[in-house]
């Protein structure tokens, strides 16, 4: 078993992710602290991505700038992914924690992160005709993140290949449907406040007449 610090750690589970994330696992070396650090960047990727890009690449941006979608885009997609998985897992009898999870799928999205940024700082330097080095790059750690979250999924809840494809697909459908609900508690919440406002203001004016 590697005997490496926390940093190091990070960088031999992204290099090496079948072999890194079962270390990790086993010798119980992930960091919350670092793994939201990552999630930090995430949010901050999203933003670089979204309004620092190339203007010769994205030149109409929004004129009103908003930062809760990029919050939810960042924190919380990958929040929700977390709990889903968690609660997918008890079902399939998964070992890993809430904890591990957490973990290893911030660890996971280092590669994306990297290429979103280094994507978004050659989108500054490169000119149209070269976009596909841009793009190259971008894909080169999405796919990367693809392999490390597959890996990282089979490693902490000890599943098969198969099994791990058929959790993050049911993850991803529990996802939907906390989406969905969440929506329609807020929709049915609003109806209420609307209805209530509404009772309100008749009352209101009845006595004053």
């Given at each position: 078993?590697?005997?490496?610090?926390?940093?190091?750690?990070?960088?031999?589970?992204?290099?090496?992710?079948?072999?890194?994330?079962?270390?990790?696992?086993?010798k119980?070396?992930?960091?919350?602290?670092?793994?939201?650090?990552?999630?930090?960047?995430?949010?901050?990727?999203?933003?670089?991505?979204?309004?620092?890009?190339g203007?010769?690449?994205?030149?109409?941006y929004?004129?009103?700038?908003?930062?809760?979608?990029?919050?939810?885009?960042?924190?919380?997609?990958?929040?929700?992914?977390?709990?889903?998985?968690?609660?997918?897992?008890?079902?399939?009898?998964?070992?890993?924690?809430?904890?591990?999870?957490?973990?290893?799928?911030?660890?996971?999205?280092?590669?994306?992160?990297?290429?979103?940024?280094?994507?978004?700082l050659?989108?500054?330097?490169?000119?149209?005709?070269?976009?596909?080095?841009?793009?190259?790059?971008?894909?080169?750690?999405?796919?990367?993140?693809?392999?490390?979250?597959?890996?990282?999924?089979?490693?902490?809840?000890?599943?098969?290949?198969?099994?791990?494809?058929?959790?993050?697909?049911?993850?991803?459908?529990?996802?939907?449907?906390?989406?969905?609900?969440?929506?329609?508690?807020?929709?049915?919440?609003?109806?209420?406040?609307?209805f209530?406002?509404?009772?309100?203001?008749?009352?209101?004016?009845?006595?004053?007449?």
């Amino acid at each position: 078993m590697l005997d490496l610090t926390q940093g190091q750690f990070v960088k031999h589970v992204v290099m090496h992710p079948f072999e890194g994330f079962e270390d990790l696992r086993w010798k119980k070396s992930g960091d919350m602290k670092i793994a939201t650090v990552i999630i930090v960047l995430l949010f901050f990727q999203q933003l670089a991505y979204n309004r620092l890009y190339g203007f010769q690449y994205y030149s109409d941006y929004d004129k009103v700038f908003n930062i809760l979608p990029y919050f939810f885009r960042s924190f919380g997609i990958f929040l929700l992914y977390v709990v889903c998985n968690w609660a997918m897992c008890t079902l399939f009898d998964g070992e890993g924690s809430l904890k591990n999870i957490y973990i290893v799928t911030a660890y996971s999205l280092i590669p994306y992160i990297t290429g979103s940024l280094v994507g978004t700082l050659l989108s500054h330097v490169l000119i149209r005709d070269e976009y596909i080095f841009i793009q190259t790059v971008e894909w080169i750690g999405l796919g990367w993140t693809v392999v490390l979250f597959i890996s990282a999924m089979k490693a902490v809840h000890q599943f098969s290949f198969g099994k791990t494809i058929l959790l993050i697909l049911l993850t991803l459908v529990a996802m939907v449907l906390c989406v969905f609900l969440l929506v329609l508690l807020l929709t049915l919440f609003q109806q209420v406040m609307i209805f209530i406002f509404t009772i309100y203001t008749e009352l209101s004016y009845r006595l004053r007449v």
